[in-house]
């Protein structure tokens, strides 16, 4: 808990000291009805809003203090009443540990007696307006590109082809976007990069001077960035837009003169920031980014027709030898130098599964998981302990057969990268439902999807393992047996090197985000395990239809004044034929996946036509 939280939670106690002893609210000294609501405002967002952002689509928007007090959708009264717990259906939901809120994940792993106590008191406070953010002036797209261009100026020659930048632009004029979600979002990006990266080093993303923190630039060849996967996020970037046809003139002269700077090479050298977080931490650009890079020859092997997920063939097989990693052989020595752990369930399958550990060259390790389809013969470990299945596996008639797995492995830089495979260690998408799922709906659905749901789940590092179950199990006996016992180990040796690992991992994450998210004096002794996982929070609200975008938004999109514009060409023909006719009707809304989807051009470059741009 931070010094501030720390702060808040004894003011928040004595408050609620008072309270019983008084009958009603007495503050203590020094707390105020705005610290009272500071306080519940901070909890709210902590541990609610993931799940509670609208009204319409979530009962109510944990961050909106008129929704809270709003008559509730199926209660009788609304969900908080000042200054009545009893009445307040929002505490019976989470006045204790028992209650039903929240629901899963983190926030109710994490909501303890001062968030609970905060809320009461804010709620015997008689449930004060929450702090206002403060206003931001808005920033123009003539300002984001004429500081752009002064950055590339001043960027060496040799060095400017290697120069990309992203925006914030858009977040930043948007109200509804906090000053901590600009933060979230900036440490999101800074993860995103790194965790997409072969480089050694942690590369942060630096502020564009001028820019407020709007536009960040990074050099994509300190990150080991090929131009062909710079070239697959260009050719999936729905939001590229040319100034030609545009009415200000000093826009066109801009995007010439930076076009010019790059030699007219460069299809996009700037892109939008949470898209590139909640697009590239996911198939296919995550596996463009982070294994084609490396692993160049996967482009040019057979295309198999009846595996469209996995056009290259990419194995774990691949991965391994790029990594020194001989699991084979590993598993074959007389001594091995691999860890195993096998329990009947974990939490994301309802079966088996084993983990197991091989070191790396240098520093860090290869964890590989091995999950089953359902509880079946071949796939009890008691009986079958030393798959897989293997030519030259000494013990073929002990081998379990699995129906695939996740492999953790550190980047050279500490973080971690991914991989999900099928039974055959083939590389895909997306793990079967029936093998694995998340109930955390991380992808924004229960499915687990490479990349963005294994760094929501390993926010921390490795998961601390079940006891193994295998080690002494009396399935087999004689050699196998032996064979068991060298392979598997002793809960206290799996805790060891899991500690081990996750130190790496957190020096890294601490070197990554924590830049960007300690912004002030309080969160500076904050560890940093205590920070949401940026990534996934930020792709969440990305794509979760509870933000779907109204006129605002769009309007904040295509840097546009006023909303009543959006509003008023909604109206068109135009608007209604591309399926924008909801933004004429009050509160209206349209789906983020239809405003971005791309058959040559996007919605949104389509609808940006009709204000003078132009499609890139």
Request: aromatic share 8%.
């Amino acid at each position: 808990m931070s010094r501030a939280t720390r702060t808040a939670a004894a003011c928040i106690a004595a408050c609620t000291i008072a309270a019983a002893g008084a009958g009603e609210l007495q503050p203590a000294a020094g707390c105020s009805p705005a610290a009272i609501a500071a306080e519940a405002k901070r909890v709210l967002a902590a541990s609610c809003s993931r799940c509670h952002m609208n009204a319409e689509a979530d009962s109510f928007d944990a961050r909106s203090h008129a929704s809270l007090l709003a008559q509730g959708e199926f209660q009788e009264g609304p969900y908080v009443v000042p200054g009545d717990l009893e009445a307040s259906v929002l505490w019976q939901y989470v006045k204790d540990k028992a209650a039903s809120m929240p629901k899963s994940g983190d926030e109710r792993e994490n909501f303890g007696d001062d968030d609970r106590a905060a809320i009461r008191a804010w709620i015997l406070a008689g449930a004060p307006e929450f702090p206002a953010e403060p206003a931001r002036k808005p920033s123009t797209l003539e300002t984001m590109l004429a500081r752009i261009q002064d950055y590339a100026i001043s960027v060496p020659a040799k060095d400017i082809h290697g120069i990309r930048y992203f925006t914030f632009t858009h977040l930043h004029n948007d109200s509804k976007v906090t000053a901590a979600d600009l933060r979230l979002t900036r440490a999101a990006l800074a993860k995103a990069l790194n965790s997409l990266s072969w480089s050694q080093e942690i590369v942060l993303p630096e502020e564009v001077p001028g820019t407020e923190g709007t536009v960040m630039a990074v050099d994509i060849a300190r990150l080991g960035w090929s131009r062909d996967a710079w070239n697959a996020i260009a050719r999936a970037y729905p939001y590229g837009l040319g100034y030609s046809n545009h009415d200000n003139e000093k826009l066109e002269d801009l995007d010439g003169r930076l076009r010019k700077l790059y030699h007219d090479r460069e299809p996009l050298i700037y892109l939008r920031a949470d898209w590139f977080i909640a697009r590239a931490t996911r198939p296919p650009l995550y596996h463009a980014i982070l294994y084609d890079t490396v692993l160049p020859e996967l482009r040019h092997r057979h295309h198999d027709p009846d595996r469209p997920e996995n056009p290259a063939h990419m194995t774990a097989a691949d991965l391994e030898t790029y990594l020194g990693v001989d699991v084979i052989a590993n598993l074959s020595a007389k001594k091995p130098p691999v860890m195993r752990a096998g329990f009947p369930s974990s939490g994301v399958s309802g079966h088996n599964r084993l983990i197991e550990r091989h070191p790396l060259r240098g520093q860090g390790a290869y964890w590989k998981s091995y999950d089953f389809l359902s509880s079946t013969w071949e796939a009890n470990l008691q009986q079958f302990p030393l798959g897989p299945r293997y030519e030259g596996n000494p013990f073929p008639k002990m081998a379990f057969k699995h129906d695939g797995g996740e492999i953790i492995f550190h980047l050279p830089n500490g973080l971690q990268g991914y991989l999900l495979v099928d039974g055959h260690d083939n590389r895909i998408d997306i793990g079967p439902i029936e093998v694995v799922s998340d109930p955390a709906n991380n992808s924004g659905t229960p499915q687990i999807v490479n990349g963005i749901s294994c760094i929501a789940c390993h926010k921390n590092g490795m998961r601390a393992s079940p006891a193994d179950r295998v080690r002494n199990g009396k399935g087999v006996y004689g050699e196998a047996r032996e064979r068991v016992r060298s392979l598997y180990s002793e809960k206290a040796a799996i805790d060891q090197a899991i500690a081990r690992d996750n130190r790496l991992f957190l020096d890294a994450l601490e070197r990554t985000i924590g830049p960007f998210l300690r912004g002030d004096e309080a969160s500076k002794t904050t560890p940093i395990t205590e920070f949401p996982e940026p990534v996934s929070e930020v792709a969440r609200r990305y794509y979760a239809a509870r933000d779907d975008l109204d006129a605002e938004t769009i309007a904040c999109e295509l840097f546009l004044d006023d909303p009543a514009l959006v509003v008023a060409a909604a109206r068109s023909d135009v608007f209604r034929q591309l399926g924008l006719g909801a933004l004429a009707v009050e509160g209206g809304k349209v789906k983020r996946g239809a405003w971005e989807s791309l058959r040559g051009t996007s919605q949104m470059q389509q609808a940006a036509r009709e204000f003078g741009y132009s499609p890139r």
